[in-house]
């Protein structure tokens, strides 16, 4: 019930939310509408942690008005942003929380789960994270032919990627554990591989913090969340 309680303060929609360029500080991103394509899907539902829950940025701090969600918003998708700062798998798993996303699926719906930076830090093992990643996506009711499951890779930051988790497994081996469960056929796999570079992730503006995305980042992930939505439909 708690989650569902928290799933629903979260839905925004494209019709209900007034979102727009001129709503941002000047020298941020603005909202993009020109990759704004016939939906493929008219609900987009995001399962993530603080990288999608909230943008960073270094003068104003955290704020609520620039993320993937709003941004999606803005193109006219209808969103359910079920992120929250420290989400990770396990917690999502063990708290059922398939139950609030079954609860707001409504028609053609992309369903992106965006999480495995804090499991990564030791939260859980590897075993553990591919196993709950999939039972998340075998409960989550398929209440429509047009609906997809997108397995979004964690984005890359100013963070060591060899170092080892307790139990010897490093961020990068989630990663990749999260492109083994798109090729498995679970899910259609959004690979965030490339749309960082390493001048970006240390210009102080895209990852302001070394590891939550600002404006610009906020803007790169949408769009290339359009663009995979885009091509992955029909791909499964």
Partial sequence: MRTLLIAMALVLTGCDIAVGSDELPVGTAPITKELALPPAFNQVVIIGDSIMS?????????????????????????????????????EFYQSKGW?????????????????GWNDSSG????????????????????????????????????????????????RADYREVVRKIAAAGHCTLIDTEGWLSESL?????????GLHPGDY??????????????????MR
């Fill in 54 to 90: 909230v943008s960073f940025d270094s003068e104003r701090g955290p704020n609520y008005t620039g993320t993937v969600a709003h941004r999606l918003a803005a193109m006219e998708y209808k969103v359910a942003n079920m992120s929250r700062g420290g989400g990770t798998i396990k």
């Fill in 99 to 115: 139950g609030a996303v079954n609860y707001v699926l409504r028609g053609p719906t992309a369903i992106v789960i965006e999480l």
């Fill in 123 to 170: 939260r859980s093992t590897i075993e553990e994270f591919e196993q709950m990643y999939i039972g998340i996506i075998s409960n989550i009711e398929v209440k429509s032919p047009d609906q997809e499951t997108f397995c979004f890779v964690p984005i890359v930051a100013a963070y060591r990627y060899d170092t080892l988790t307790a139990e010897g497994s490093s």
């Fill in 201 to 209: 992730v240390n210009d102080g503006y895209h990852l302001p913090d």
């Fill in 217 to 234: 980042a906020q803007e790169l992930m949408a769009n290339g969340i359009v663009e995979a939505l885009t091509a992955g439909r029909g």
